[in-house]
C-alpha cells in the first residue's frame, strides 16, 4: 500500500471530521496521520493545542505566514485564520504515513494542485442547507451569530464541489463512511 494525501472539504457542518475520524479510528491499517492545522480561532469545547489544531494569536499566525511556512493558509472566516504548516506534511509523509486533512473548499483546492496524483480530494456534500442549519445548531459547540456565519458561505462553498475528484454525499453516515472507506482503500492500493 503506498502513502499519499487525503483532502477532505466541506461546508462547515457537512459532516468531515465525524467522517475522518472516523476512518482513522476504525481503519489503522490504513495508516493514517492527521494533518494538524493552525488556527487563529480559540479552542471549543474539548479542544486541544496539538491535537485537533495548534491554536496561535492573531500575531503568531502572521509571522508565520511572513516566514512562508504555509503549505496554504486561508481567513476562512473574518478575522479567522486557517493553514498548513509544510513541516507538518513533509514529516509526516517522511516517516511513510499518509496524510489526511480537513480543510476548507480553497484550501483543499489548493493542496490537491500542489501534489497532483499523490492526492486524492473528496468533497463532503451535505444534503441540504437547511440540514447543515440542523447540525451546526445540533453540535452545540458554536454561537448563533458564529453559525450564521457559516452558513452564509455554504451555497458559494458548495459551488467548488465539482473542483475535487469525489463527491460523497453525507445523507445516511453510515453509508458515507463506507463510501469514502472504498474510495481511499483503492486509492492506497493502486
Ligand atoms: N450523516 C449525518 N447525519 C446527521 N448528523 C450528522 C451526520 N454527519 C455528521 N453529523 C453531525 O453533524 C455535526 C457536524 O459534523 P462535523 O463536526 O463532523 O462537521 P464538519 O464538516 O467537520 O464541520 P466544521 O467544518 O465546522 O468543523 C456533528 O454534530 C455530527 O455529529
Ligand atoms: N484552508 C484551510 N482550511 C482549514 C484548515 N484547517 C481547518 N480548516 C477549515 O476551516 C473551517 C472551520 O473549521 P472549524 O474547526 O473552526 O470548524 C473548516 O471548513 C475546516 O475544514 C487549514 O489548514 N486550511
Not at 442547507?129 to 458561505?153: C, F, H, S, W, Y
Not at 460523497?168 to 486509492?187: P, T
Request: one cysteine or more.
Amino acid at each position: 500500500m503506498k502513502n499519499g494525501l487525503l483532502i477532505f472539504s466541506a461546508p462547515s457542518g457537512s459532516g468531515k471530521s465525524t467522517i475522518v475520524n472516523w476512518l482513522m479510528k476504525e481503519h489503522p491499517e490504513l495508516k493514517l496521520a492527521f494533518s494538524i492545522s493552525c488556527t487563529s480561532r480559540a479552542p471549543r469545547g474539548t479542544e486541544q493545542n496539538g491535537v485537533e489544531y495548534f491554536f496561535l494569536s492573531p500575531e503568531e499566525f502572521k509571522s508565520k505566514i511572513e516566514a512562508d511556512e504555509f503549505l496554504e493558509y486561508e481567513e476562512v472566516y473574518q478575522d479567522r485564520f486557517y493553514g498548513t504548516l509544510k513541516s507538518q506534511v513533509e514529516n509526516q509523509l517522511a516517516k511513510g504515513e499518509s496524510v489526511i486533512f480537513d480543510v476548507d473548499v480553497k484550501g483543499g483546492v489548493n493542496i490537491k494542485k500542489f501534489y497532483g496524483e499523490r492526492a486524492l480530494s473528496i468533497f463532503v456534500q451535505p444534503p441540504s442547507v437547511e440540514e447543515l442549519r440542523r447540525r451546526l445548531v445540533g453540535r452545540n459547540t458554536d454561537a448563533p451569530e458564529v453559525i450564521e456565519q457559516r452558513l452564509a458561505k455554504a451555497s458559494y462553498e458548495l459551488t467548488f464541489a465539482p473542483q475535487f475528484d469525489h463527491v460523497v454525499v453525507n445523507d445516511d453516515l453510515e453509508k458515507a463512511q463506507q463510501e469514502v472507506y472504498q474510495l481511499v482503500k483503492d486509492f492506497l492500493s493502486e
